[in-house]
């Protein structure tokens, strides 16, 4: 049945209501598709109206844009030109008709309508804005493609069937099913390893409590080896159903990640309790008990046991820690380089001096010998390092571990690095018991010297009742010394410059004289023409004449130059490094209370502790041997000094750490000037014998009364602070931090 051209037929108020309820325009278009007259629905009265501009003009005048699937102009004219009906014809309408500055899109009906004549008069079009329906589909078009571009596992599964309802490629790529196979499974049968119980459970929390909800899931991969899965899910309801929307992704690689830098903070944190263990030790004794106690310490070891030869030319067990116990006074380590059971792991470290490292201890042929009692301790995996004082070996410390491949490259280097301030620590006490046998013998040959000699020494000398020298006799060498001792008649001993009193002063040895008191061993300098300073040490008594009145003195000089240089060696064996001089960890010990008191009482006396390790140190031992390593070490101690004032002080502490005290300073900027000035002072090359020695140092730094105000807390913040700045890539400085604050740069 053909429409006519007459609105009669429209004209009603049944009519138009219907039309609002289906469309938003209404208009009516003349033969040629102009556009006569133009109805909007009453719920957009009042409103702006982008097809006003269609009065007048056809669709393509205004520049209406045909966007419909499948559609085009070409087709839509033809039709047109055949008086064809057309439904849901969809463009887009140009944006300077739009008053928000969007595109606006609408779907357009139309009827064909006939004169009475029987003659195409124009058409009755209906249109719907259908902007919002567009937007959504061309979103979830874009929602889609994101989906199937993402690296991540993305589904949705209804709760009500607990079936997946949709996944993206990931997905079913990654659990090596066709997307229909996956999607006619159940998610508990799918890539989560979780029962449906459980996923039912989660899913209701979700719906109930809404937010988001992450799970960590290990599972087998198809390799067979250990894999982690974290999924973050979340419920929304679509057309009355809920929907479980969920991201899978593979963790593993992070996971791994933190897994290793957790194993080494562990291990961070035993070589720190190492160097406590170092200096809290008050004998070998002690100090190998507290290095086992303190190596196995949050670790994975089942064991760490230290060998040192006994009295049968034997490496026996003088120590270990760990939650294994084996029969260890069943190991004996000849101390024969060719005896069968002197070629394991323990034989070899020791007298190679070098460490030794085996990741499956029983398939190893260096272990042989020991397989059978490896195989009753469970043991896997094991390695050895020597201990060396004075570069002999002394022992060996001893790790054993119930799982493969545990020894990788960087701890076998933080576990040398334990062994080298083990070793130190050995030295030190052999240092120390030199300095004590020093000592014993300089005080047995100074008794043997009083007992035989009394008071009779090398000089004998009087003076008048003014303390003026009269007479001063004995054996002088050298003519400057004899000139000396001629200019000293006449005069009282405080007359001349060059001799200074050392052990007291002028006023209070004076003081002595007049109240003609005795006096012993006071001690004087005394440096001659020929700019040779000795050491003398005078005695007195006062004499008086047959009246019984004072007259003066007599006495007795003794050349104790040799011993007082003894005796400052001794000291200075005691407070330095024989190495590099520098003040050694005792003195360091020494200076640190002594700064700590001061800045304790004193707030301006505020000072900065530096924490030096020396990065790649043990390549250079190991590249070019030992003795290169000891000339690097005294170019490192130059360098620490060349950018510090005359009041800070650098300390060895043992191997390749270092500790600085920047006095009187305690703001950060010019802290970190210090620090930067340390730093570059390494970027020119090391060249020792020809050989490049390719080191950086890492810093750690405390302040006083920041970080800490006892010795204790700030040499552990500034040990912290320097494994944080290895952690950080070496070669850089880092301010003590507490653990929260590390945790959250860490992460």
């Not at 329906?133 to 979830?140: A, F, I, P």
């Not at 995996?381 to 022992?395: H, I, Q």
Request: charged share 25%; hydrophobic share 35%; aromatic share 10%.
């Amino acid at each position: 049945m053909k429409t006519t051209a007459s609105l009669s037929s429209f004209n009603t108020i049944d009519l138009w209501s219907l039309l609002d309820l289906y469309a938003d325009y209404y208009w009516q278009e003349s033969s040629n598709f102009v556009c006569t007259e133009m109805h909007l629905n009453e719920r957009l009265e009042g409103k702006h109206n982008p097809l006003q501009a269609l009065v007048g003009s056809t669709l393509w005048d205004i520049g209406c844009l045909v966007t419909g699937r499948a559609q085009n102009w070409r087709q839509h004219l033809t039709d047109r030109q055949l008086h064809k009906d057309f439904k849901e014809f969809i463009c887009r309408l140009p944006l300077h008709l739009s008053d928000d500055g969007k595109a606006h899109y609408i779907s357009i009906n139309g009827k064909a309508r006939f004169a009475d004549n029987g003659n195409f008069a124009g058409y009755h079009c209906f249109a719907r804005d259908i902007t919002e329906q567009v937007e959504t589909e061309v979103s979830l078009r874009r929602f889609r493609a994101a989906m199937d571009m993402s690296g991540d596992m993305i589904y949705l599964v209804d709760r009500k069937t607990m079936k997946f309802v949709d996944v993206n490629d990931t997905a079913w790529q990654k659990s090596h099913l066709t997307k229909e196979e996956l999607l006619n499974m159940k998610p508990n049968e799918g890539f989560m390893n979780e029962s449906l119980e459980d996923l039912e459970k989660r899913y209701d929390h979700l719906i109930i409590d809404g937010g988001t909800s992450r799970t960590e899931t290990e599972i087998v991969d198809a390799n067979g080896k250990p894999a982690f899965l974290e999924t973050y899910s979340r419920a929304t309801c679509i057309d009355g159903n809920w929907i479980i929307i969920g991201a899978t992704r593979n963790v593993t690689k992070r996971k791994n990640t933190e897994r290793a830098a957790q194993k080494l903070h562990r291990m961070y944190s035993s070589l720190s309790e190492t160097n406590d263990a170092s200096l809290r030790a008050v004998s070998v004794e002690s100090l190998y008990h507290n290095v086992c106690d303190a190596a196995v310490k949050g670790s994975k070891f089942a064991l760490a046991t230290i060998f040192a030869p006994n009295e049968e030319q034997q490496l026996h067990a003088v120590a270990y820690a760990g939650e294994a116990t084996p029969d260890l006074n069943q190991i004996k380590i000849p101390l024969d380089p060719n005896a069968p059971g002197a070629k394991g792991l323990i034989g070899s470290a020791f007298f190679s001096k070098e460490s030794q490292v085996s990741n499956d201890f029983l398939n190893d042929e260096r272990t042989s010998f020991w397989h059978a009692k490896g195989a009753d301790n469970n043991v896997v995996s094991a390695a050895a390092f020597p201990l060396l004082c004075e570069n002999k070996s002394v022992a060996v410390l001893l790790f054993y571990a119930y799982e493969k491949n545990i020894f990788d490259e960087e701890l076998v280097k933080l576990l040398q690095s334990m062994a080298d301030n083990v070793s130190f620590a050995l030295e030190n006490f052999e240092h120390e018991e030199k300095r004590k046998k020093a000592e014993a013998v300089l005080k047995a040959s100074e008794e043997r010297f009083r007992s035989l000699t009394h008071l009779s020494t090398d000089f004998f000398w009087e003076m008048d009742s003014n303390f003026r020298i009269t007479t001063y006799e004995g054996q002088a060498i050298g003519e400057s010394n004899i000139r000396a001792i001629k200019a000293v008649i006449g005069k009282s001993f405080w007359d001349f410059d060059e001799l200074i009193c050392t052990s007291t002063t002028w006023t209070e040895f004076r003081y002595t004289l007049e109240n003609h008191e005795l006096f012993r061993d006071v001690e004087l300098s005394f440096t001659n023409a020929d700019n040779k300073v000795y050491y003398l040490s005078i005695s007195g008594e006062a004499k008086y004449d047959s009246d019984g009145n004072f007259s003066g003195y007599l006495g007795i000089t003794r050349d104790v130059t040799e011993r007082r240089r003894n005796s400052m060696h001794i000291q200075y064996l005691a407070s330095h490094d024989t190495l590099t001089a520098l003040p050694n960890r005792a003195k360091f010990n020494e200076l640190l209370s002594t700064n700590t008191e001061l800045a304790q009482r004193y707030p301006e006396r505020a000072f900065a502790l530096f924490f030096i390790d020396i990065d790649r140190f043990k390549n250079v031992n190991d590249s070019f041997g030992h003795h290169i390593g000891d000339e690097l070490l005294k170019e490192i101690a130059q360098r620490l000094r060349n950018p510090l004032r005359g009041t800070d002080v650098v300390a060895r502490l043992g191997g390749d750490e270092f500790v600085i005290i920047v006095n009187q300073v305690k703001k950060y900027a010019a802290i970190q000037s210090v620090a930067d000035n340390i730093l570059h002072s390494f970027d020119r090359d090391i060249i020792i014998e020809g050989n490049k020695c390719d080191i950086s140092v890492s810093i750690g730094i405390s302040v006083f009364g920041v970080d800490a105000d006892t010795e204790e807390g700030l040499l552990q913040h500034a040990d912290t602070a320097m494994y944080r700045a290895k952690e950080c890539g070496k070669n850089n400085y880092q301010f003590f931090a507490p653990v929260s604050e590390s945790s959250a740069q860490v992460s």
